[in-house]
C-alpha cells in the first residue's frame, strides 16, 4: 500500500509511517539534509530563497515551507543536472507543462545557468506551457481530479513573465490548454529535460504522447503529481504509459519522481 509520513500536519508523499519517531532524514539535520553544507547546491538554495522572497505568486500562498520547499527544489535541480550529464547535446532545451507562477520553472533554469557557467553546455532554452487560466472540466476526467475544476483562474501570465525576467531571452512561453496548445510553433526539435505537473491524467497522457519521442536517449521526466494522494489516477496512467519503455522511474517522499530515458540505440 502508498502510504505516507506525516510531520507537523505536512505531507510526504509515498512514505508513510505509524511510528511516533520521524524518519532518519528528519532527525539528522532537518528536511535540507546535507546540502546546506554543500557548496554544489549553493546556486540552488539562492535560487529558492530568491522566490519566496521576491516571487508574485499571483495570490496564491506558498505550496509549503521554505525547507520543504528547499527539497523539492534540490530534486528539481538534480533532473535537470542528471540530463545535462548525460545528454547527447551541448544545447539543452527543456520543457515545463504546468508552469503555475514558475517557481519550478526559476530553479531549473537556475540550474541550467550553473551548468552553462561550468561550461557543461554551450546553450540552453526552455519552452513553458499553460492555460495560465482555470481547470477545465473536460481534462478533469476522474473523480480525485473533478475537485481542481476552475482552479488556478488568479494566474497571470504577464506575473509570471516577470517573475522569470532574469530568463527572458532563455525562454518561450506558449499559452493555451492542453493539447491544443502543443503544436504551437515554435515547438522544440528535440528535449533534454521535462517536468509535468499538470495535477490531472489525461493532459499528463497528452504530453507525454507529443514529447516523449523527442526527449533525448538519456533525458529525464520529472513528475510533480506522481506520488500525491489525489493523484492515484495520474501514477497509473503514466506507469501504464512506461511499461514496454527502457528506463525507471525513481519516486521521492515529497510525491515527486523522476523518470530515467535509457534510449540508447533507439534514436
Not at 551548468?115 to 481534462?139: A, N, P, T, V
Request: charged content about 25%; proline content about 4%; some cysteine.
Amino acid at each position: 500500500m502508498v502510504e505516507t509520513f506525516s510531520l507537523k500536519d505536512k505531507s510526504f508523499g509515498l512514505w508513510e509511517t505509524t511510528s511516533k519517531t520521524p524518519p532518519f532524514w528528519v532527525q539528522y539535520s532537518g528536511l535540507e539534509g546535507c546540502w546546506v553544507y554543500d557548496k554544489k547546491y549553493k546556486h540552488i538554495i539562492n535560487a529558492a530563497k530568491y522566490i519566496e522572497n521576491n516571487f508574485n505568486n499571483c495570490g496564491y500562498p506558498p505550496d509549503g515551507d521554505s525547507e520543504n520547499n528547499m527539497y523539492l527544489s534540490i530534486i528539481q535541480s538534480y533532473a535537470v543536472k542528471h540530463a545535462i550529464e548525460f545528454s547527447d547535446y551541448i544545447d539543452i532545451i527543456g520543457v515545463e507543462c504546468g508552469v503555475s507562477f514558475g517557481g519550478s520553472s526559476y530553479i531549473e533554469l537556475s540550474e541550467m545557468e550553473h551548468q552553462f557557467s561550468l561550461s557543461k553546455i554551450s546553450k540552453y532554452h526552455m519552452h513553458l506551457y499553460d492555460s495560465w487560466s482555470k481547470m477545465r472540466g473536460e481534462d478533469c476526467i476522474y473523480k480525485k481530479e473533478q475537485g481542481n475544476i476552475g482552479n488556478y483562474d488568479k494566474l497571470d501570465i504577464s506575473v509570471v513573465k516577470n517573475n522569470l525576467d532574469k530568463f527572458k531571452d532563455m525562454i518561450t512561453y506558449h499559452k493555451g490548454y492542453i493539447p491544443e496548445i502543443l503544436d504551437s510553433e515554435p515547438n522544440p526539435s528535440y528535449v533534454s529535460f521535462m517536468h509535468i505537473d499538470l495535477n490531472s491524467a489525461q493532459p499528463t497522457i497528452q504530453v507525454l504522447n507529443k514529447f516523449y519521442p523527442l526527449m533525448t536517449s538519456q533525458g529525464t521526466i520529472l513528475f510533480d503529481d506522481y506520488g500525491g494522494k489525489k493523484y492515484t489516477d495520474t501514477k497509473r496512467e503514466v506507469d501504464k504509459f512506461f511499461e514496454d519503455k527502457p528506463g525507471i522511474m525513481l519516486t521521492f517522499t515529497t510525491g515527486q519522481s523522476i523518470y530515467f530515458c535509457n534510449k540508447k540505440g533507439q534514436i
